[in-house]
């Protein structure tokens, strides 16, 4: 695994607790979209981040960082990144990435989790494959879907692609989908059998959606995310 000192090109917020983190390595990075980057904090200790943005743009490497109160494992990358202005990295890490074999495409996002199915969208709608693809992006309130203009901007320049926002505490004025994200997707499909699902969120619930989802007909060899090689 060979380490990349990159420099830190920025720091933004993206709500109140995620950050984006912009990183610049010293040549373009050959990695695949969804897979993640390890940070190096220390020989033993390696923090690993969903990339955010696709294959192609690959001069830059895009994080986004959720870092609550009392989340030391990312405060505490995004504190070394603000004092030094550089970090190490690896790339190439996972083998969830974008494997597209002419199913139409489903993405389940919790969160964050969010980032590792950007990198593959973007990297569909900017291939010439116009095989269907669907984001379901989950989170507790709507200003958690911190990018949900940008994708909806997506959604009415490319007729393949469709974009579903779901909040589980919906305010008043909110007009779209409520509740569990994976329960919209159900909602959706009834039949998994013909589709390939990209799920990237919390492990429990990368689980749930694994075993509902198969036993609707969903086939393990479609279904695609990090979490699944730890459950």
Not at 22 to 40: C, E, I, N, S
Not at 124 to 137: K, Q, R
Not at 179 to 204: C, L
Request: hydrophobic share 45%; glycine share 8%; net charge negative.
């Amino acid at each position: 695994m060979s380490h990349i000192k990159c420099q830190v090109a920025s720091i933004t917020p993206l709500t109140d607790v995620v950050k984006k983190v912009v990183l610049t390595p010293p040549a373009p990075l050959d990695f695949q979209a969804g897979q993640y980057a390890m940070v190096v904090m220390g020989e033993k200790d390696m923090r690993p981040f969903s990339i955010a943005n696709a294959a192609y743009d690959n001069a830059r490497i895009e994080l986004h960082i959720g870092a609550e109160a009392g989340n030391a494992y990312a405060g505490e990358v995004l504190a070394r990144m603000e004092a030094e202005g550089e970090i190490t990295i690896s790339v190439n890490n996972g083998d969830a990435f974008l494997q597209s074999n002419g199913l139409p495409m489903v993405l389940i996002a919790g969160g964050t989790g969010f980032s590792y199915t950007y990198s593959i969208l973007q990297q569909h709608l900017h291939s010439n494959d116009t095989t269907p693809i669907t984001l379901y992006w989950g989170g507790k309130h709507a200003s958690d879907l911190y990018l949900s203009d940008a994708l909806e901007a997506l959604a009415s320049t490319h007729s393949h692609f469709t974009f579903v926002p779901v909040v589980e505490f919906a305010e008043d004025n909110w007009k779209g989908r409520t509740g569990w994200v994976h329960h919209a997707v159900m909602a959706d499909h009834a039949d998994f059998a013909n589709i390939q699902v990209y799920v990237a969120g919390r492990f429990e619930m990368a689980k749930t959606i694994r075993d509902d989802l198969t036993a609707r007909g969903l086939k393990l060899e479609n279904l695609f995310g990090d979490a699944f090689a730890f459950i």
